[in-house]
Nanobody
Framework: VQLVESGGGLVQAGGSLRLSCAAS????????MGWFRQAPGKEREFVAA????????YYADSVKGRFTISRDNAKNTVYLQMNSLKPEDTAVYYC??????????????WGQGTQVTVSS
């Protein structure tokens, strides 16, 4: 599966952004999907994930209550709604897909990333 992220940009602290990840292929609905991020000088970290059906979602503690992951299997797209953004949310955000359907089994396909910058 090929993944293409969009929706990144520059936003002031307290603002919102919605990231999108469009996937190719007819098996999107069977994939678990996730979002990760990597800030300069730091390792890539988990942000959020959603199971193939959308019934189960998972969040890093740092974004819980502010970010929401969702998916539209008819559009082969997963979203990350980011509210109440903080400067520490600044990073390159990556979309990921896991063929097993469960985020607990990991991810094996990655997008190219989209930059999110939050100014103070």
């Amino acid at each position: 599966v090929q993944l293409v992220e969009s929706g990144g940009g520059l936003v002031q602290a307290g603002g919102s952004l919605r990231l999108s990840c469009a996937a190719s292929g007819r098996t999107f609905s069977s994939y678990a999907m996730g979002w990760f991020r990597q800030a300069p000088g730091k390792e890539r970290e988990f942000v959020a994930a959603i199971s193939w059906s959308g019934a189960n979602t998972y969040y890093a503690d740092s974004v819980k209550g502010r970010f929401t992951i969702s998916r539209d299997n008819a559009k082969n797209t997963v979203y990350l709604q980011m509210n109440s953004l903080k400067p520490e949310d600044t990073a390159v955000y990556y979309c990921a897909a896991g063929h097993s359907g469960s985020p607990l089994d990991g991810f094996d396909s990655w997008g190219q990333g989209t930059q999110v910058t939050v100014s103070s």
